[in-house]
């Protein structure tokens, strides 16, 4: 008998934070309407009858928020979108532009002035 070696778990530690997201994000968008509906079919068919439609709509923010489920499981791409939207742009002023500016101000002054 061959003996399978044993699963490295650190591994695969971001697989399983991405499902463990996934899983979540699809209980949560499925637990209201499966709650109401247990309470429908048991206690009182009438329970948030009302509401039960807009529940039904919850489900289809699923596949507009999966991706980003999907990209925030991913620390590299997490990192470079941080990068992206918080990088400040500095204006580098050399010398020589500096002079120029100059310039290029006392000629606009003598040309309004005249």
């Not at 650190?10 to 996934?22: E, S």
Request: hydrophobic share 45%.
């Amino acid at each position: 008998m061959s003996r399978q070696p044993g699963i490295d778990w650190r591994r695969h530690r971001k697989m399983i934070l991405q499902f463990w997201a996934i899983s979540t994000l699809h209980i949560a968008l499925w637990s209201p309407l499966v709650t109401v509906s247990l309470i429908q079919m048991t206690v009182d068919p009438l329970f948030m009858i009302d509401q039960y439609t807009t529940l039904e709509y919850i489900l289809y923010y699923m596949p507009l928020i999966l991706p980003a489920t999907c990209l925030f499981g991913m620390p590299e791409i997490v990192n470079k979108i941080k990068d992206f939207l918080l990088k400040r742009r500095t204006n580098v002023v050399t010398v020589g532009d500096l002079a120029r500016t100059r310039q290029t101000r006392q000629t606009q002054q003598n040309v309004t002035v005249r």
